[in-house]
């Protein structure tokens, strides 16, 4: 059977309350009651439950993952998967779940989004591009969680955030330096939409 919080307490000769602060990372214990707890939680390997932890907090610690793409667009491109997993690495890093929601249909990705909120089982969503109607972010932006977008956005969001390269200013730097440097012969080679 797995240890429980009143084990920890029990092994580490502190209260019950004082486990529960330091899981919580609360800051008002004593650095003496915190090492006693955490020694406690390795000796015990402990892990905590994440259904329990959901049900008494303020939810799950996710993040959505939403990719609007087909799979037969990434599956042979080798940015979504990288993309994907310096997403993953980072939110395990930080302590987060990562829940891939794939869609074609955006009426369905935003019920799904909307459901997932709801429930509080995630804490920020990331969209793997744009979607192709922007009233998407506005029925988001109403729940009051981070939405990072790899791509653009055009309207004014409180909480829908855009990371995004400038592909035409970028493709004319390019074209100039091929240029300056005497090549004439220049093409432009892009994968289909």
Do not use: W
């Amino acid at each position: 059977m797995s240890p429980t919080i009143y084990d920890i307490a029990r092994v580490a000769g502190v209260s019950k309350s004082t486990v529960s602060r330091v899981l919580n990372k609360q800051t008002n214990i004593s650095p003496e009651a915190r090492e006693k707890v955490l020694r406690a939680i390795e000796e015990l390997q402990y892990q905590p439950n994440k259904l329990a932890r959901a049900l008494t907090s303020s939810g799950f610690d996710a993040i959505m993952v939403i990719s609007t793409r087909s799979t037969k667009t990434t599956a042979g491109n080798p940015f979504f998967s990288e993309v994907l997993h310096a997403i993953t690495a980072k939110a395990e890093e930080e302590g987060f779940d990562v829940i891939l929601q794939t869609s074609h249909n955006p009426a369905e990705d935003l019920q799904k989004c909307e459901s997932k909120i709801k429930q509080k089982m995630i804490k920020g969503i990331i969209m793997l591009s744009s979607p192709a109607d922007e009233s998407f972010f506005a029925q988001l932006d109403k729940y009051d969680i981070p939405v990072v977008v790899i791509g653009k956005v055009e309207g004014q969001y409180a909480h829908v955030y855009s990371v995004d390269t400038d592909n035409f200013g970028d493709s004319i730097a390019l074209t100039d330096a091929l240029i300056e440097s005497g090549h004439q012969n220049i093409a432009c080679l892009h994968a289909s939409a």
